[in-house]
C-alpha cells in the first residue's frame, strides 16, 4: 500500500522560513516525478512545485518563484520555504505522479499524502 506522509508544518511570522518533508512508503518509485500542492480556506487546490524523477528539472507557480525550493531524494521530497506571507497559509499535500515528468496538472498525480497545515500569521 502506497503512503505518503508529510510533516514540517506550523504556525510561523511573516517572513520566516519553514521545511515540510514527504516521505513515502510502498510502491512509489524513484522514478516519479513529486510535487507539492495546497489549499487554502475556500479556494481550490493549487500547484506549488513540482520535481522530475531525477531532481534534474523543477517547476514553481508564479506566487512561490525565488522563495521556495523542492528538492528530490529518491522517493523523499522536501520544501524549503522562505520570506512566508500571510497568503502562504493554506494545507500543504505532497503529491507522487504516475510517470517521470515534472507537472502542473493535478490529474497526474495519482498517490496522495494527507497535508500539513501551514499557518502565516503575526
Known amino acids: 500500500q502506497v503512503q505518503l506522509v508529510e510533516s514540517g508544518g506550523g504556525l510561523v511570522q511573516p517572513g520566516d522560513s519553514l521545511r515540510l518533508s514527504c516521505a513515502t512508503s510502498g510502491r512509489i518509485l524513484s522514478s516519479s516525478a513529486m510535487a507539492w500542492f495546497r489549499q487554502a480556506p475556500g479556494k481550490e487546490r493549487e500547484f506549488v512545485a513540482a520535481?522530475?524523477?531525477?531532481?534534474?528539472s523543477t517547476l514553481y507557480s508564479d506566487s512561490v518563484k525565488g522563495r521556495f525550493t523542492i528538492s528530490k531524494i529518491f522517493t523523499k521530497v522536501y520544501l524549503e520555504m522562505h520570506s512566508l506571507k500571510p497568503e502562504d497559509t493554506a494545507v500543504y499535500y505532497c503529491a507522487a505522479s504516475s510517470g517521470g515528468g515534472a507537472t502542473r496538472d493535478p490529474s497526474q498525480y495519482i498517490y496522495w499524502g494527507q497535508g500539513t497545515q501551514v499557518t502565516v500569521s503575526s
Open positions: 520535481s522530475d524523477w531525477n531532481a534534474l
